[in-house]
């Protein structure tokens, strides 16, 4: 017998005690210690399954229908005798031994890390029972009818738009305007999430935190349409945090396409960083000062699909306004189309600049037009806050962002 398939059936047997020790477990402590099945009897039954396999080689396919059937039969057997013994109708140490039969065979065809996999995926199931309950009873019916919608305009209808361009100058992809609508909408569904685990102070601004990373600007739109007195101070520091990890973002890119770039950036762009974090910073600390309000979360729909559409549409404007202004003013100046990229991607505007840097575009040119690009993606978030977040959000926070998107303009101006 040849190393692989010693480690193929000794997969398989693995398969079956791993599951067949989660469930073990899980009855240790029963008063009635008859169990349906086994630590030994799950090895033995993933064991069956490689063999099984193995022998279609010899037997043909039908060897290993064969046995799977009798093994159901045994288990059907096992548990109409455990109903009548018991009273419970509960079938999941059923279905995990045909599981564990099927995962077993898994490994004897080829694919034995995904049989591994899928085993570990399923112990982990069995595991969470008591937590997965839990959770199902503080469920909500909005809570879930959310996240069924989320998943609805995600995984059906993201992947049937068309990924190509439509319109004057072919300005407008339904994908990747859907795309955004997704990701504004997935952004306010784990705000909501956070919130109810971590609470509003620190749910929020983890959630910035980590919805920075993809989309400041998405992010600003969600948390500012959640203004609410209760919550004010930790959506300041969330909306601070997640604009100064723009700046830092932006180096990095810089980085990895053009280093010579990043001496004249770097400054301009970490001291405005520095005043942002400082203001995101003060608010945290305002916010975890006060009591965590009683009762429900602040947030009250954990899916909203109105404001995405509405920053869909929006974006779509500028993406026409950009590309118009480009091929109406031509080779106009460098500067203006990167203030105007910078309202929508300043991710696209930053790699494009440091790119022709390294051809006939001048460094100081280029990393004038990314700081540009940068202020401009700055001012529409700030104005996005002033628009949906109200009068008393916005005198939190603009005061701040302009603050720092000043000291790193004359920074860049001084060096």
């Known amino acids: 017998m040849d190393l692989e398939l010693s480690l193929n059936l000794a997969t398989s047997l693995g398969i079956g005690l791993l599951i067949g020790a989660e469930r073990a477990w899980r009855a240790r402590d029963d008063a009635d210690s008859e169990q349906m099945a086994g630590i030994r009897t799950f090895g033995l039954t993933g064991l069956l399954g490689g063999l099984a396999a193995l022998s279609q080689n010899y037997f043909g396919v039908w060897a290993w229908i064969a046995t799977l059937v009798l093994v159901a039969l045994l288990v059907i057997v096992a548990y109409v005798v455990e109903v009548k013994r018991t009273g419970d109708h509960g079938m999941t140490s059923e279905v995990a031994l045909l599981l564990t039969f099927l995962l077993g065979s898994l490994a004897l065809v080829e694919s034995r890390l995904l049989a591994a996999a899928c085993a570990i995926v399923v112990a982990l199931l069995l595991n ?35 990924n190509q361009g439509y319109g004057p100058w072919e300005a407008f992809n339904p994908y990747t305007t859907w795309w955004m609508v997704v990701l504004i909408a997935g952004i306010g569904f784990a705000a909501y999430a956070a919130v109810r685990l971590l609470g509003a102070h620190h749910g929020l601004v983890l959630t910035a935190v980590l919805g920075g990373m993809v989309s400041s600007t998405a992010m600003t739109v969600t948390l500012a349409r959640l203004d609410a007195p209760a919550i004010r101070s930790a959506l300041a520091a969330g909306l601070l945090a997640t604009s100064a990890l723009m ?79 480009r091929r109406w003013l031509g080779d106009v100046g460098v500067y203006l189309v990167a203030l105007l990229s ?32 940068a202020f401009g993606n700055s001012v529409v978030k700030a104005g996005l806050i002033g628009m949906i977040g109200g009068r008393t959000l916005a005198l939190q926070t603009i005061p701040v962002m302009a603050a720092g998107l000043l000291l790193g303009l004359a920074v860049l101006l001084v060096a």
């Open 128 to 162: 969470l029972k008591t937590r997965l309950h839990s959770l199902l009873h503080q469920l909500t019916e909005a809570e879930l009818g959310g996240a069924l919608k989320l998943l609805f305009i995600s995984v059906v209808l993201l992947p049937n738009l068309p």
């Open 247 to 325: 700046f830092p973002r932006v180096l990095i890119e810089v980085a990895l396409v053009n280093p010579v770039l990043l001496p004249a950036l770097l400054a301009p762009l970490l001291a405005a960083c520095a005043v942002y974090t400082g203001g995101a910073l003060y608010y945290y600390r305002h916010a975890t000062q006060q009591p965590e309000a009683a009762g429900p979360p602040p947030l009250k729909n954990p899916f909203e699909l109105g404001p995405a559409l509405r920053f869909a549409a929006l974006l779509v404007l500028i993406l026409f306004l950009v590309e118009g202004a």
């Open 342 to 373: 910078g309202l929508t991607y300043v991710d696209a505007i930053t790699l494009a600049l440091a790119n022709s840097a390294q051809n006939e575009l001048s460094e100081m040119v280029a990393a004038r037009g990314i700081f540009l690009a």
